[in-house]
């Protein structure tokens, strides 16, 4: 399943599938994305980055694509777990030593067993 | 391994009160940051510094004050807390860098004022 995380939406997949989480960025001089994990009552965690010179980049069971046309970029988990349900958010890096970054508000992911 | 700590995970506080909210990291990071966390609206930067002593305003400054005499702290203050600033509040440190660094989160202190 595929969902938009800008608004909190909730992503539900059964375990061992795999899950896409979306997110439209919204400025076309970002250079750096990052998606973060967030589970209840936690920080936010890294996931995995990616620079504007590349598309693609992948980790121990996720993936990142990044569409500088469209300004997408997006999180595919493979073979879902229960340990993955989280809220997921990428967030933009828009310039400059001070390393401005702005976040997306989320996407709820939850796992079936 | 990149640690970032807040010093409470939750506090409860009444109107009016002043609130200090501590932040350390360990990595030798240039960088700190000051947000809060509201649901559905995301991640928003309250304050920043780039060095001791340092600080820039964020988005949403109105209502808080920062100090970074240590390299590894940042605090954010609450002059005189409102119900308004009932809210998450996470704390995180990068590199200084030309390019995008990663942003470490301490674990958040969750702020109540009543």
């Known amino acids: 399943g595929e969902s938009v995380g800008l608004h909190l939406p909730t992503l539900s997949v059964q375990e061992g599938d795999n899950s896409i989480i979306n997110c439209a960025y919204s400025n076309s001089a970002s250079d750096y994305f990052i998606w973060y994990k967030q589970e209840s009552g936690k920080g936010p965690q890294f996931i995995i980055d990616i620079r504007s010179n590349m598309d693609k980049r992948q980790g121990q069971r996720v993936t990142v694509l990044l569409n500088k046309t469209v300004k997408h970029l997006s999180l595919q988990i493979a073979a879902t777990q229960p340990g993955d349900s989280a809220v997921y958010f990428c967030?933009?890096?828009?310039?400059?030593?001070?390393?401005?970054?702005?976040f997306g508000a989320g996407t709820r992911l939850t796992v079936k067993p | 391994d990149v640690k970032v700590t807040q010093s409470s995970r939750y506090l409860v506080k009444r109107t009016g009160e002043k609130v200090f909210l501590e932040c350390v990291q360990d990595m030798d990071h240039e960088n700190m940051f000051w947000y809060r966390q509201d649901p559905g609206l995301g991640l928003r930067l309250i304050y920043f510094s780039y060095d001791v002593k340092m600080k820039e305003k964020g988005d949403i400054p109105e209502g808080y004050s920062v100090s970074r005499e240590k390299k590894e702290r940042f605090s954010l203050i609450l002059e005189s807390a409102s119900t308004n600033q009932t809210s998450m509040y996470l704390c995180?440190?990068?590199?200084?860098?030309?390019?995008?660094?990663?942003?470490?989160f301490g674990p958040g202190t969750r702020l109540l004022v009543l």
């Open positions: 995180a440190s990068s590199l200084l860098s030309p390019r995008g660094e990663t942003q470490y």
């Open positions: 967030a933009e890096n828009i310039g400059g030593n001070n390393n401005d970054m702005r």
